[in-house]
């Protein structure tokens, strides 16, 4: 079983670990790149909106697939 609030969690902590313990490898690799890359060129700006929608993602991602295949 996913836990969504330990994934939401763990996307706010690090962008894209949540993705990674949904199982959505491509899409937690891509976020652990982005964001820093938008923390950087925005002076932190983008990085913030980043997080909070990586955090979501991840959070409805395991609301809505709460069992792993």
């Known amino acids: 079983m ?9 996307s ?3 962008p894209g670990v949540g993705q990674l313990y949904n199982g959505r490898i491509l899409a937690g ?3 652990l790149i982005l964001t820093p890359g938008f923390w950087l ?3 932190g700006t983008l ?3 980043c997080h909070i929608i990586s955090a979501y993602t ?4 395991a609301k ?5 295949i």
């Open 41 to 43: 060129g925005t002076g």
């Open 47 to 49: 990085g913030w909106i």
């Open 64 to 68: 809505e697939h709460p069992v792993r």
């Open 12 to 14: 706010l902590i690090i």
């Open 58 to 61: 991840a959070y409805s991602y």
């Open 2 to 10: 996913r836990d969504p609030v330990l994934a939401g969690i763990l």
């Open 29 to 31: 690799i891509l976020w």
